[in-house]
Antibody, heavy 119, light 107 residues
Framework: QVQLVQSGAEVKKPGASVKVSCKAS????????IHWVRQAPGQGLEWMGV????????AYAQNFQGRVTIIKDTSSNTVYMELSSLRSDDTALYYC????????????WGQGTLVTVSS | DIQMTQSPSSLSASLGARVTITCRAS??????LNWYQQKPGRAPKLLIY???NFQSGVPSRFSGSGSGTNFTLTISSLQSEDLGTYYC?????????FGGGTKVEIK
């Protein structure tokens, strides 16, 4: 069955970086876009960026330009999201989600990874 | 960027009630509008895509309508398992933006 399994919770200090992984299984990895979406405590959903696993193209939200990097590893069917220069307001749940490039919706989501930024 | 505005931000309704949530786009997005349900402590789940199409396994009491800039999600008969927050999302243009969410509670 389709699964997106994310890495575990992280606690980081302000100014540090965090790298969250999203391992895909149950589908052809190179056929799907993988997006990253975050959700601050009690808040809504915020799109961060996307990678096309087959072509390697990435796109990022303006709010995160220069701080976020999305990397794919097709050998392990894993996508990584690295966020740098962390601030307290980066404390959030981070989700990966897949999109079929022909369909324009996010049909499967990872379980979420809590990143806490605290001194 | 396209902005998505949902209303109301929260609602409380009785079991069996008809519930309507609206979503407005800041520009024409044709039918590139999706609806997600998020239960407390869980990842979002796709309910409706392309404004009107059911995702597999979604109960028939959920329906979506609209095109252009105005969209609606309707729950025809609210059930206890429907509590949670509902988000609309446009995928007409990048970045794919979400609405602010509508929290549904059972009265």
């Amino acid at each position: 069955q389709v699964q997106l399994v994310q890495s575990g919770a992280e606690v980081k200090k302000p100014g540090a970086s965090v790298k969250v992984s999203c391992k895909a299984s149950g589908f052809t990895f190179t056929d799907y876009y993988i997006h990253w979406v975050r959700q601050a405590p009690g808040q809504g959903l915020e799109w961060m960026g996307v990678t096309n696993p087959s072509g390697g193209n990435t796109a990022y939200a303006q709010n995160f330009q220069g701080r976020v990097t999305i990397i794919k590893d097709t050998s392990s069917n894993t996508v990584y999201m690295e966020l740098s220069s962390l601030r307290s307001d980066d404390t959030a749940l981070y989700y990966c989600a897949r999109e079929d490039g022909d369909t324009s919706y996010f049909d499967y989501w990872g379980q979420g990874t809590l990143v806490t930024v605290s001194s | 960027d396209i902005q998505m505005t949902q209303s109301p931000s929260s609602l409380s309704a009785s079991l069996g009630a008809r519930v309507t949530i609206t979503c407005r786009a800041s520009q024409n997005i044709t039918n590139f509008l999706n609806w997600y349900q998020q239960k407390p402590g869980r990842a979002p789940k796709l309910l409706i895509y392309g404004a009107t199409n059911f995702q597999s396994g979604v109960p028939s009491r959920f329906s979506g309508s609209g095109s252009g800039t105005n969209f609606t999600l309707t729950i025809s008969s609210l059930q206890s398992e429907d509590l949670g927050t509902y988000y609309c999302q446009q995928t007409y243009a990048s970045p794919p933006a979400f609405g602010g969410g509508t929290k549904v509670e059972i009265k």
